[in-house]
């Protein structure tokens, strides 16, 4: 079984940063592409940043140059430093990777159960 684990959300004021953590375990053998989605209420859910395997990165245009996703392949976690954060960035933030397994090898996509990023004063 694999999972992804996200930490790291919480209250800010706007022009604060946080950093957000999302950590894949259990029974893989490597991982591709991974990423972060928001959903604020309301919304449809929307791609934030994503992260190939060779660190290629893709940004949503509302977050280009405030948001960088990162991720230590050692560690198989991904990260989202978030800076300059607005009150239009309050949202639940899920971790999305693309995961191949040990067993199978089949890939397969896995999501986080998400952490709540509020940006208020």
């Known amino acids: 079984q694999v999972q992804l684990v996200e930490s790291g959300g919480g209250l800010v004021q706007p022009g604060g940063s946080l950093r957000l953590s999302c950590a894949a375990s259990?029974?893989?053998?490597?991982?591709?592409?991974m990423g972060w989605f928001r959903q604020a209420p309301g919304k449809q859910r929307e791609l934030v940043a994503t992260?190939?395997?060779?660190?290629?990165?893709n940004y949503a245009d509302s977050v280009k140059g405030r948001f960088t996703v990162s991720r230590d392949n050692a560690k198989n976690t991904v990260y989202l430093q978030m800076n300059s954060l607005k009150s239009e960035d309050t949202a639940d933030y899920y971790c999305?990777?693309?995961?191949?397994?040990?067993?199978?090898?089949?890939?397969?996509?896995?999501w986080g159960k998400g952490t709540l990023v509020t940006v208020s004063s």
């Open positions: 999305n990777a693309e995961i191949q397994l040990q067993y199978t090898r089949a890939y397969k996509k896995y």
């Open positions: 259990g029974s893989l053998f490597s991982i591709d592409g």
């Open positions: 992260i190939t395997s060779g660190g290629r990165t």
